[in-house]
Nanobody, 123 residues
Framework: QLQLVESGGGSVEAGGSLRLSCQAS????????MGWFRQAPGKEREGVAV???????TYEGSAEGRFRISRDNSKNALFLQMNNLKPEDTGMYFC?????????????????WGQGTQVTVSS
């Protein structure tokens, strides 16, 4: 079982950058895919980026080329570097852990979730 705590959200203007962090506690962090998911008001939670147990990343289309997901298994940490932010990136960002081979599309398969960190991008 994992406990996940996100940090690094905030308010920025369009074109700005933010770096989200997720700290995991528990066992076998390296055996999970780790991902970032976004939920905007009135919308379903959606995958933004996932890095699987072999450290292969997948990105939702609008995140490709602007966001970079990374993990540090020695520190049980997950990161999301977000550049050239747009107003449509606004939402609550959640860190989650799921099966070893997962992609950003496998939202329902992720088992452990953090409380989220808010990202607001103004135009």
């Amino acid at each position: 079982q994992l406990q996940l705590v996100e940090s690094g959200g905030g308010s920025v203007e369009a074109g700005g950058s933010l770096r989200l962090s997720c700290q995991a506690s528990g066992d076998l962090y390296h055996s999970y895919s780790m991902g970032w998911f976004r939920q905007a008001p009135g919308k379903e939670r959606e995958g933004v980026a996932v890095i699987d147990g072999d450290s292969n990343p997948t990105y939702e289309g609008s995140a490709e080329g602007r966001f970079r997901i990374s993990r540090d298994n020695s520190k049980n940490a997950l990161f999301l570097q977000m550049n050239n932010l747009k107003p449509e990136d606004t939402g609550m960002y959640f860190c989650a852990a799921g099966p070893f081979y997962s992609t950003y599309e496998n939202v329902r398969n992720f088992q452990y979730w953090g409380q989220g960190t808010q990202v607001t991008v103004s135009s």
